[in-house]
């Protein structure tokens, strides 16, 4: 099980830091993945850490503001988001990967478990 917080109301500019907790499931051992979807719009790749713990990936739209990292010794799985913009309202989900490789990296069907997102809300 997948557990997303963090999510809230912010200011443009400002900065929110997302959590995905995990039980039941060793966080290190799958490759993690945050995605958002906006009202009306498709689910979004935003940011991916593989399985190894060195390789990250960012959508360009947040590449320099959000940074993606994991805590083994908690299991959880942080999104750190800074400068904040109103495109980035959506709900954000974390999900769990056991075969992602970089060509299916960013598509939803190669994630084996999702948390139950959380909302973020950027005002102007």
């Known amino acids: 099980q997948l557990q997303a917080s963090g999510g809230g109301l912010v200011q443009a500019g400002g900065s929110l830091r997302l959590s995905c907790a995990a039980s039941g499931r060793t966080a290190s051992t799958y490759t993690v993945v945050w995605f958002r979807q906006a009202p009306g719009k498709e689910r979004e790749f935003v940011a991916a850490?593989?399985?190894?713990?060195?390789?990250?990936y960012y959508a360009d739209s947040v590449k320099g503001r959000f940074t993606i990292s994991r805590d083994n010794t908690k299991n959880t799985v942080a999104l750190q988001m800074n400068s904040l913009k109103p495109e980035d309202t959506a709900v954000y989900y974390c999900?769990?990967?056991?075969?992602?490789?970089?060509?299916?990296?960013?598509?939803?069907?190669?994630?084996?478990?999702w948390g139950q997102g959380t909302l973020v809300t950027v005002s102007s």
């Open positions: 850490l593989f399985r190894s713990g060195s390789s990250t």
């Open positions: 999900a769990l990967g056991a075969r992602v490789i970089q060509s299916t990296i960013k598509q939803p069907v190669a994630y084996d478990y």
